[in-house]
């Protein structure tokens, strides 16, 4: 797909890492803590069904375009709307440092 005209970029996302605390047990709590919000170009990719634990499971991919920012890693979320779009990639699509392409899949809730 081409890269999105600036109008697009109309979707508020929240980038989000994970946090893990020590819970005292020996083992840790794991939390999600808000990095920025950010402007975006959100586009559905495909989907697709698959059986998982012998239920049918759908899977949605997203390509979500936001402005270059330093830092932003695959094993990072965006939540957007109602929604959790785990990152799979991140792309310089452009090699220009404008913009970062992040191929994401829709979490199920």
Do not use: Y
Request: proline share 4%; with cysteine.
């Amino acid at each position: 797909m081409t890269r999105p005209a600036i109008g697009d970029m109309r979707h508020r996302v929240v980038l989000q890492q994970m946090v893990r605390t020590a819970d005292g047990g020996g083992g840790a709590a794991e939390t999600w803590s808000t990095v920025a919000e950010l402007w975006a170009a959100v586009r559905p990719i495909s989907g697709d069904e698959r059986f998982a634990a012998d239920a049918l499971a759908g899977q949605l991919t997203h390509e979500v375009w936001v402005r270059h920012r330093a830092g932003v890693a695959p094993a990072m979320r965006l939540p957007f709307d109602s929604r959790i779009l785990d990152i799979s990639s991140v792309i310089d699509a452009e090699g220009h440092g404008r913009r970062l392409k992040c191929l994401c899949r829709e979490r199920d809730l």
